[in-house]
């Protein structure tokens, strides 16, 4: 999503911070992730109401692949987070990849990443610079994409950059 070369890019909150994160993203495409995940968020809260904060602790998370230009893949996660005091925000997570397998298997990759960082109070600092060891995912997309990935491949696919309802659907999923 962001423009220009890089390495990894995360947008959103983590638990070792006090509010937004933001690491190697172009403030105009972080400014258009901002409003974009506010206006899901709200649109989740709608629907769910007093379910909101139980389904959004249990939450799947998206894995997502992304292209710009002839040559920019990415690939990444967004999943359920909060910032040190507790309030609710997605975090996004990617890397950077030759292709669209290659960025399939780099959001793997940061899932795994994200999960470590979570697990051992990692700042944004630490995640933005950690080894990525890319993984499989039983996923094949084409072009820029998000899917629910289960054992058995997607569960829910959805085509394009930002995809209307999203945290309404990991919702929905939550267990």
């Known amino acids: 999503m962001p423009d220009g070369a890089l390495t990894h890019w995360l947008f959103g909150k983590m638990p070792a911070h006090g509010d937004f994160v933001s690491r190697g993203i172009d403030p105009g495409v972080r400014d258009e992730l901002d409003r974009w995940l506010t206006a899901e968020m709200g649109r989740g809260q709608a629907v769910w109401g007093g379910e909101f904060d139980q389904r959004y602790e249990a939450a799947p998370v998206w894995h997502f692949v992304d292209r710009r230009g002839a040559d920019e893949w990415s690939g990444g996660i967004l999943c359920a987070s909060t ?59 084409e072009g820029p994409s998000w899917a629910l990935v289960g054992e058995d491949g997607p569960v829910i696919e959805y085509a394009g950059r930002t995809p209307a309802g999203v945290i309404e659907r990991m919702l929905e999923m939550a267990a």
């Open 83 to 141: 910032d040190r005091v507790g309030r609710r925000f997605p975090l996004m997570f990617a890397s950077a990849a030759a292709d669209c397998s290659g960025a399939v298997m780099a959001s793997a990759g940061c899932l795994d990443l994200v999960g470590q960082a979570f697990a051992e109070g990692w700042d944004a600092d630490r995640l933005a610079e950690a080894v990525l060891v890319p993984d499989s995912l039983p996923w094949h997309p």
